[in-house]
């Protein structure tokens, strides 16, 4: 990767702005359970020896003077864990302090922890946290609570710019969000939807350029080959989901089907969705689509932000998954089966 400069996945996206942060003097630290090799082993931020046992964290020897790097598998009490994490965060502003947990919705047991502080402390006691959760999400077919971390419910606590919540699609999405949460002068809280599948998706690849070159999207636009003026239904969609679609619509060629990629969920701003929205015709179908059940996921948020954005005049709909009050099926070929006939409805 480091010598055609193509091809950087989500683990080399993620080391690259710990590793280039350290180098500029800012300090580092993530926590959570299984974080030093990653939970779906993507990180490996240390590596042990086989014959002695001797541990070697690769982002400690990075140069003679960089900034201290701390990471350190916690125990499975998130609550505690989270709650110590968002304590550190206040005391350490100048530092990118991330807290990961196992499986997003593993989270719920730190549910105290995020009304009580992180999405409220700024209102309440003026206290700023820069404080990043990394919370794996994706539906594949893994069970509920390997599937969701509640996107919603981080999304209904959001308002007064408390803190941001993100999607995100590529590599070179998380290399410039995880960067500019600590080099920015203001302290927010960030939620990182983080995927599983993408982390080794062939798709999912950025270049050297983009991370050098480049910076973050908060929505990004569909493939320029594809005409504005000849879509008849505009999705709109978030994180992995996205992949789904593209490919389908490749196998089906359906070009009159446009695809943004909605990555920062909040806060999102009128102008910016507006302008993205502009090449296409005013009776364009208008789809917000998800494969969280149509009760989670973003669809309430978008339902309740995006009429007063655009013009109440605007149809939007969406297609989700049926409303349900288990996150996911716990069987890979009804997840399937489910999946299939999502985007069969999509595109109709």
């Not at 710019?161 to 002068?185: A, E």
Request: glycine share 8%; charged share 25%; hydrophobic share 35%.
């Amino acid at each position: 990767v480091m010598e055609t400069g193509e091809g950087v996945d989500w683990g080399t996206a993620e080391n690259l702005p710990f590793g280039s942060l350290q180098a500029e003097g800012v300090r580092c630290r993530l926590t959570g359970q299984d974080v030093r090799r990653g939970t779906f082993s993507h990180r490996h931020a240390v590596i042990y020896d086989k014959n002695n046992g001797r541990r070697y964290t690769r982002l400690g020897h990075l140069t003679p003077d960089q900034a201290h790097l701390e990471i350190y598998d916690s125990p499975l009490s998130e609550v505690g864990v989270l709650g110590f994490e968002w304590g550190y965060s206040l005391d350490s502003p100048d530092a990118l302090v991330a807290w990961e947990a196992q499986f997003g919705d593993f989270a719920n047991v730190a549910q105290v922890i995020i009304d009580q502080f992180i999405s409220s402390s700024e209102d309440k006691w003026h206290r700023l946290s820069g404080l990043t959760m990394l919370l794996p999400h994706g539906f594949e077919g893994q069970g509920p609570e390997h599937s969701s971390a509640r996107l919603e419910r981080f999304l209904l606590l959001c308002a007064e710019d408390n803190m941001q919540v993100v999607n995100m699609t590529t590599p070179g999405q998380l290399f410039h969000c995880l960067r500019r949460q600590v080099l920015r002068p203001w302290r927010k809280p960030l939620i990182i939807m983080s995927p599983k599948s993408l982390l080794r998706h062939r798709g999912a690849v950025s270049t050297l350029d983009e991370l050098s070159d480049g910076q973050f999207q908060r929505i990004i636009p569909d493939d320029p080959s594809i005409d504005p003026s000849k879509v008849r239904r505009l999705l709109l969609c978030t994180g992995k989901f996205y992949y789904d679609l593209v490919d389908r619509r490749q196998k089906t060629e359906a070009n009159d089907i446009g695809i943004l990629r909605v990555e920062q969920l909040y806060p999102l701003r009128a102008e910016e969705i507006q302008a993205r929205l502009a090449p296409y015709g005013p009776d364009v179908d208008l789809v917000w689509v998800q494969e969280e059940p149509w009760n989670m996921g973003a669809w309430y948020f978008m339902r309740a932000r995006l009429p007063e954005m655009l013009g109440y005049d605007v149809p939007l709909r969406c297609i989700a998954r049926p409303e349900s009050a288990s996150p996911a099926t716990g069987s890979g070929a009804s997840h399937k089966l489910e999946q299939t006939l999502l985007l069969d409805e999509v595109f109709s």
